[in-house]
């Protein structure tokens, strides 16, 4: 332990004062004759007791108060409170800031992100000039020591939430053994997340573990900006049956919905659009969550048109954290594929031909396949590659 002003601890010696005057202020006893009734005597002395206790109490109570004032105004450090170099070495300080897309969870009509980052800009101002300091966060681009403190500010500030982070896991990583190259300074990081359960595995914690103890020099600190009790209903990965259509196929999907503190069904949309217009709602539906708060949307379109058709699902409750409330997709209408049939004679190829293509419905719109048939001797002066497929039928 170390003192910023040590001369100020000369102030602890005012601790005679009350000693002085419980010395000179003490009431001398005044004799008084009473009559010989020895119950007056007994409480007497019990009074005595008792006021010599409150005494030295009061006492002992001034002395300390001014021991820690003096004590205060010394300004006490201890090693590892990322406010002070040891021995007036300056600090090397890693800001570690989740900027994950999880991290715009809102409470209190603040996002944790923005809780983060003017908690950190509280820290930095409150750093010693000399300090180095690092800004990381989990894009791919995570820089090292900035030029000085009001550039630190700056990239704080200019933080945007990353939608491809990477793990939390490397990134506090990187930042303990940047800061542990600064051999002559003081090294500290510090960790502004919202703590989520699913980052600190306990493979990850352990590996934070194993580095702390190679680098015995630095230390770590957690600042936790997550909320208790979170409220949030989210979308999961969307699955496509198939992203290229053909004519009259329809478009099959499904999302899994998860909730999380709230239990009432959720209303589902989608929406589709092509690249000429502007998305259309399709459809709606409420979706049943089970008990542990999970449920699936399943939605089926038909009619669509030629070409590339991109659209979304959302779901139209609110909650505090709205980046996981839609998915995109994307699908591609093309024409009927083109099959060659290939036989000793065109005979040969009539049945597959009418499996796939049959001739009572080749005048329609949403015929999947269009079927030609040769024979073997004209495949010479067949262009292939203007067809999905080639059959060979009883090939010679």
Request: proline share 5%; hydrophobic share 45%; glycine share 6%.
């Amino acid at each position: 332990m170390g003192f910023i002003t040590p001369a100020l601890l000369g102030g602890a010696a005012l601790v005679a004062v009350p000693l002085l005057l419980h010395l000179v202020m003490r009431r001398q006893p005044r004799k008084l004759v009473f009559p010989a009734l020895q119950f007056v005597r007994k409480r007497q002395q019990a009074n005595r007791r008792r006021l010599n206790l409150r005494h030295w109490l009061l006492l002992a109570l001034r002395c300390l108060l001014i021991a820690g004032l003096a004590f205060a105004l010394a300004r006490p450090t201890l090693k590892g409170t990322g406010l002070r170099g040891k021995e007036g070495a300056p600090l090397a300080v890693a800001l570690v800031v989740d900027n994950s897309l999880r991290m715009q969870y809102i409470h209190e009509n603040r996002n944790r992100q923005q809780q983060a980052t003017d908690m950190a800009h509280w820290l930095v101002k409150r750093l010693p000039a000399n300090s180095e300091v690092a800004v990381m966060d989990r894009s791919r681009l995570s820089g090292g020591f900035v030029v000085d403190i009001s550039t630190a500010e700056a990239r704080l500030s200019n933080l945007t939430p990353e939608s491809n982070p990477r793990s939390l896991e490397i990134v506090v990583q990187e930042a303990i053994q940047l800061v542990a190259d600064r051999t002559d300074h003081r090294q500290e990081v510090f960790l502004f997340s919202d703590m989520a359960a699913a980052e600190w595995t306990e493979e990850a914690i352990e590996s934070i573990r194993e580095l702390l103890l190679k680098s015995p020099d630095v230390r770590i600190y957690v600042v936790d900006v997550g909320v208790e009790d979170t409220q949030n209903m989210a979308l999961g990965k969307l699955k496509l049956r198939n992203n290229i259509l053909r004519p009259g196929q329809p478009l099959h999907l499904e999302v899994p919905v998860k909730a999380t503190g709230m239990s009432d069904d959720p209303l589902a949309e989608i929406f589709l659009s092509t690249s000429a217009e502007q998305a259309v709602k399709r459809g709606q539906r409420h979706v049943q969550l089970s008990e542990d708060g999970n449920g699936q949307i399943t939605f089926e379109l038909g009619d669509l048109s030629l070409g590339t058709h991109q659209g979304y699902v959302r779901l139209a409750t609110r909650d505090p954290l709205e980046v996981d409330n839609t998915r995109y997709f994307s699908v591609e209408v093309r024409p009927p594929a083109q099959i060659l049939l290939l036989g000793e004679n065109v005979k040969d190829t009539l049945f597959l031909h009418e499996a796939l293509s049959p001739e009572l419905i080749s005048d329609r719109s949403d015929v999947q396949y269009v079927c030609t048939s040769e024979i073997f001797s004209q495949a010479a002066n067949l262009q292939l590659e203007n067809y999905a497929v080639v059959c060979l039928l009883d090939q010679p």
